[in-house]
């Protein structure tokens, strides 16, 4: 069993930065396709970011490209979300999300293993 841990949220003002990280136990880590998701109250979770296993395809949403960075460090078992410029919209519940896939996909129903989230708020 995969167990996701994310971290990193918070409350930011708009404009400002944070960055999340998301802890894995898989022994297979570096085989595996890492996701960020979100959900904000009331909407569907959506798709934010994606990584292969090398690092060397990633994936972005509209809303995130050009202020989010999604990267990987396999040694220590973690992916993360780099973000900034942020903006009262980006406010919600951020997953991390595994799948032992070889290609990226943006469909959360693809994804085998899920964090608890983290909530990003973002005051206006």
């Known amino acids: 069993q995969v167990q996701l841990v994310e971290s990193g949220g918070g409350l930011v003002r708009a404009g400002g930065s944070l960055r999340l990280s998301c802890a894995t136990s898989a022994r297979t880590f570096s085989h595996l396709i890492m996701t960020w998701f979100r959900q904000a109250p009331g909407k569907e979770r959506e798709f934010v970011a994606a990584i292969n296993w090398s690092g060397g395809d990633t994936n972005y949403a509209d809303s995130a490209k050009g202020r989010f960075t999604i990267s990987r460090d396999n040694a220590k078992n973690t992916v993360y979300l780099q973000m900034s410029s942020l903006r009262p919209e980006d406010t919600a519940v951020y997953y991390c999300?595994?799948?032992?896939?070889?290609?990226?996909?943006?469909?959360?129903?693809?994804?085998?293993?899920w964090g608890q989230g983290t909530q990003v708020t973002v005051s206006s």
């Open positions: 999300a595994a799948a032992a896939r070889i290609r990226i996909s943006l469909m959360p129903e693809h994804y085998d293993y």
